[in-house]
């Protein structure tokens, strides 16, 4: 099967490396100096617990249509290119074709879905700590490398055990999810709530939970995501807030977000879909989320990149 990753930064670069070295016909879509470097020198990642991989030669290409057709399509791009992404790959998409995003957040399949069509989208999620170290060079943090997928309706398809079996055996640990909707969500309580906190605060999560007031708001941000999920019929636990705030208890103290990385290095923030996702669809069901409200407006002058503001003249 072919398999075509939308995206070749830290989580399409990784997964794809480890299922081409694995064996697997993968295409990569890249651009900008991280095309450049690809075509020249091919990818490497980076990982000092399960040791680097260097591919020398990759299929890389800024035009999917090239690559396809795909059996298998991998979305891993920055949400707000998430539209224009599955115009895309609209060429690589067949009749059984399976588009799985690993993007943050939950409104990316309504996205995909809108540009693709219902049966082309599974639903997934992945745990992983990686980003581009320099073009063509991919730097994994710490030994987790987790993907949860599934089709929406339950059941086992085989383009959703075809994946999980190609990601086991490219060392990645792959579950299958009978409901895959909840498992997005989980992720997007804590991911949503820790990018809130890390961002607005320009801290890490270690000095956010010692101090009593960050530390509650890091918990409101939780709740009011679970509340949302709970209204939109997701199976989440009452305290699975709380669960979450103990889960963070255990990271390293100076873990952070990937949308406080951006903010410190003036890129444009996943804000609008992360917070502002969560206020949406709290609208939609009539759940409060004023602490999203609120990150939503301290982020609003850096939401667009340090290249879109300018400081007031002194």
Known sequence: MKIVMMGAGGVGGLFGARLALAGFEVGFVARGAQLAAMRERGLTVENAQHGNIHLAAVRVSDDPAALGPADLVIVSVKLWDTEAAARAIRPLVGPATGVLSLQNGVVKDVMLRRELGEAAVMGGVSYVAAHIARPGA?????????????????????????????????GVQAELSHDVRRAIWEKYVFLASLSAATATMRRPVGAIRENAQARAFLLDLMREVVAVGRAHGVSLADDFAEDRLAFADGLPADMTSSMHHDL????????????????????????????????????????DGRSATSDPPR
């Open 138 to 170: 991919i730097h994994q943090t710490g030994a987790m490398q987790r993907v949860v997928l599934g089709e929406y309706d339950g059941r086992k398809s085989a383009r959703a055990e075809f994946l999980q079996q190609a990601l086991l055996r490219a």
């Open 264 to 303: 410190e290095r003036g890129n444009r923030l996943e804000v609008t879909w992360l917070s502002g996702g969560g206020v949406q669809l709290g609208e939609a069901v009539g759940v409060p989320t004023p602490a999203h409200r609120a990150v939503c407006a301290i982020l609003a002058l850096d939401a």
